[in-house]
């Protein structure tokens, strides 16, 4: 039998199944069961000349009669087995007719395709904008949602491939049925989680596997978002991190994490006993970012760095001497642990690095010419003299990791052993107490103290000898000029 033969048959068979209905049947199939937008049985009846439920009658009818009808035709069976046993998920009609031409051929009676009247007559799939779906559109969706779950990357990508293969379809056409459920394709790979900006730049950075700068993150973006959305995004997670001067990573990869070229070179001075030769500097910066040669020349011989005879040293600087513990606003000491007090800002929240008092920094060991390395268990802290003072490298993930917020006060801690880490306040009742807990003290809240042992804690922290009076920490502290604490003492008699 010939293509245009076979094209024709399975349509002929159901258009005289069609003919041998009624006129009210007839009209039943082509307004109701086999229309795109079904009349109401009410408004149905009405043209008809009969009730809402005699109309809802007969509709249950023809669609039972139909369905016994379609089904005892050879071709038309065969027809409908076929569709089932190829479409285990989604297909294309466009590709089941390239298959088969018939599914597509026309049923002149309803002015409808073939596939269409069989996904209507009780089939195990229906057609919906071009697609055959089994057993129907919500299955498949969710079907195709648990298979991606299945297989996401913590970015929510996944290789298209993958998908392809479970749904038993071709990649460019399991492609198109992504977008059609509303999820982006990049690459060969599916992004799942798209709605925020940082949800879908994980997505791009998951799906290229390498550190990608803000430009190139931003071309790969649809819809588009600004360049400075796409920054705040990349500033502002924690899933992402900076691994050279133009470049971002995800923060899983476990890459080391960008440091500016000027703290670069103070870090590998002090590394090298306080000098370094000029080739050696930058080949070892060059090796880890992509860092030009002339930037890092620049850098070596300005500021607090000289060369001379090709060698990188600090540069001699005469420095006033900083102030003592005593006289340093908010550090605080409890046996061998330091605290500093400090109120969480925009800047901090950011990732900046920012400025330790030089009394922090003397105690600490870093002076001009040095950096100074710590551990903590969210990873080393820097600490490094830049220019005409100390400055720590960001506490960004600390302050994530606490869920501290702009306004909150925290407590850098330096303990023993060169250990590091970021601390909440915890406030402790009131008088001496709440002011123990201004220093950040561990036993602020201890129920077991006296009131004879919370001063001489209290003024142990603000470098004054233990059995100093009362009136010695408050001189003391209106000296540093520390308000909130002097307010906690204001109803604690000497």
Same mark, same amino acid.
């Given at each position: 039998?010939?293509?245009?033969?076979?094209?024709?048959?399975?349509?002929?068979?159901?258009?005289?199944?069609?003919?041998?209905?009624?006129?009210?049947?007839?009209?039943?199939?082509?307004?109701?069961?086999?229309?795109?937008?079904?009349?109401?049985?009410?408004?149905?009846?009405?043209?008809?000349?009969?009730?809402?439920?005699?109309?809802?009658?007969?509709?249950?009818?023809?669609?039972?009669?139909?369905?016994?009808?379609?089904?005892?035709?050879?071709?038309?069976?065969?027809?409908?087995?076929?569709?089932?046993?190829?479409?285990?998920?989604?297909?294309?009609?466009?590709?089941?007719?390239?298959?088969?031409?018939? =599914?597509?051929? !026309?049923?002149?009676?309803?002015?409808?395709?073939?596939?269409?009247?069989?996904?209507?007559?009780?089939?195990?799939?229906?057609?919906?904008?071009?697609?055959?779906?089994?057993?129907?559109?919500?299955?498949?969706?969710?079907?195709?949602?648990?298979?991606?779950?299945?297989?996401?990357?913590?970015?929510?990508?996944?290789?298209?491939?993958?998908?392809?293969?479970?749904?038993?379809?071709?990649?460019?056409?399991?492609?198109?049925?992504?977008?059609?459920?509303?999820?982006?394709?990049?690459?060969?790979?599916?992004?799942?989680?798209?709605?925020?900006?940082?949800?879908?730049?994980?997505?791009?950075?998951?799906?290229?596997?390498?550190?990608?700068?803000?430009?190139?993150?931003?071309?790969?973006?649809?819809?588009?978002?600004?360049?400075?959305?796409?920054?705040?995004?990349?500033?502002?997670?924690?899933?992402?991190?900076?691994?050279?001067?133009?470049?971002?990573?995800?923060?899983?990869?476990?890459?080391?994490?960008?440091?500016?070229?000027?703290?670069?070179?103070?870090?590998?001075?002090?590394?090298?006993?306080?000098?370094?030769?000029?080739?050696?500097?930058?080949?070892?910066?060059?090796?880890?970012?992509? =860092?030009?040669?002339?930037?890092?020349?620049?850098?070596?011989?300005?500021?607090?760095?000289?060369?001379?005879?090709?060698?990188?040293?600090?540069?001699?600087?005469?420095?006033?001497?900083?102030?003592?513990?005593?006289?340093? !606003?908010?550090?605080?000491?409890?046996?061998?642990?330091?605290?500093?007090?400090?109120?969480?800002?925009?800047?901090?929240?950011?990732?900046?690095?920012?400025?330790?008092?030089?009394?922090?920094?003397?105690?600490?060991?870093?002076? !001009?010419?040095?950096?100074?390395?710590?551990?903590?268990?969210?990873?080393?802290?820097?600490?490094?003299?830049?220019?005409?003072?100390?400055?720590?490298?960001?506490?960004?993930?600390?302050?994530?990791?606490?869920?501290?917020? =702009?306004?909150?006060?925290?407590?850098?801690?330096?303990?023993?052993?060169?250990?590091?880490?970021?601390?909440?306040?915890?406030?402790?009742?009131?008088?001496?107490?709440?002011?123990?807990?201004?220093?950040?003290?561990?036993?602020?809240?201890?129920?077991?103290?006296?009131?004879?042992?919370?001063?001489?804690?209290?003024?142990?922290?603000?470098?004054?000898?233990?059995?100093?009076?009362?009136?010695?920490?408050?001189?003391?502290?209106?000296?540093?000029?520390? !308000?909130?604490?002097?307010?906690?003492?204001?109803?604690?008699?000497?």
């Amino acid at each position: 039998m010939s293509e245009p033969m076979r094209c024709s048959e399975v349509a002929e068979a159901l258009d005289d199944i069609f003919q041998a209905l009624g006129p009210r049947e007839l009209m039943l199939c082509r307004e109701r069961i086999f229309s795109p937008r079904p009349v109401p049985l009410a408004r149905l009846g009405q043209t008809i000349g009969i009730s809402r439920e005699r109309t809802g009658q007969i509709d249950h009818q023809v669609r039972r009669n139909l369905k016994v009808a379609l089904f005892a035709s050879e071709v038309v069976a065969e027809m409908a087995r076929w569709v089932v046993d190829t479409v285990p998920y989604a297909a294309e009609v466009s590709r089941l007719a390239a298959q088969r031409p018939e =599914v597509n051929a !026309p049923v002149e009676s309803l002015g409808v395709s073939v596939i269409e009247v069989l996904a209507a007559v009780g089939t195990k799939f229906e057609v919906r904008e071009g697609w055959v779906l089994a057993p129907d559109a919500d299955d498949v969706v969710e079907s195709t949602a648990d298979i991606l779950e299945t297989h996401a990357s913590p970015e929510g990508v996944v290789p298209l491939g993958i998908v392809a293969q479970e749904l038993s379809l071709a990649q460019d056409e399991a492609a198109r049925w992504l977008t059609r459920c509303g999820y982006t394709t990049l690459v060969g790979h599916v992004l799942i989680h798209t709605f925020s900006i940082e949800d879908h730049v994980a997505g791009i950075l998951g799906v290229v596997g390498e550190p990608r700068t803000l430009d190139e993150i931003h071309a790969q973006l649809h819809p588009k978002r600004t360049s400075a959305a796409v920054r705040n995004a990349l500033v502002a997670d924690k899933r992402f991190m900076k691994s050279d001067r133009t470049k971002w990573a995800l923060t899983r990869w476990g890459l080391p994490a960008y440091m500016p070229i000027r703290q670069q070179i103070a870090h590998l001075i002090t590394e090298n006993g306080g000098q370094i030769e000029l080739d050696e500097l930058i080949a070892s910066i060059r090796s880890r970012y992509d =860092v030009s040669e002339a930037s890092i020349r620049t850098y070596a011989s300005a500021g607090e760095f000289r060369q001379a005879a090709n060698v990188v040293s600090f540069r001699s600087a005469v420095r006033k001497p900083g102030r003592s513990p005593q006289g340093t !606003p908010r550090l605080y000491r409890e046996g061998d642990t330091l605290r500093f007090r400090m109120t969480i800002n925009n800047q901090h929240k950011r990732g900046s690095s920012f400025s330790l008092p030089s009394g922090l920094a003397a105690l600490l060991g870093v002076g !001009p010419n040095s950096s100074k390395s710590f551990a903590s268990r969210l990873g080393p802290q820097e600490i490094v003299w830049s220019s005409v003072q100390a400055r720590t490298g960001t506490i960004k993930r600390f302050l994530e990791e606490l869920r501290a917020e =702009v306004g909150d006060v925290v407590f850098l801690e330096f303990r023993p052993s060169d250990e590091f880490g970021v601390e909440s306040l915890r406030k402790s009742g009131s008088g001496l107490r709440a002011a123990l807990a201004m220093t950040g003290h561990s036993h602020a809240d201890d129920p077991t103290l006296t009131d004879a042992e919370l001063v001489a804690a209290l003024a142990h922290a603000v470098w004054l000898e233990k059995d100093a009076s009362l009136d010695d920490v408050r001189a003391t502290l209106d000296r540093r000029r520390e !308000p909130e604490t002097l307010d906690a003492l204001a109803s604690v008699a000497e």
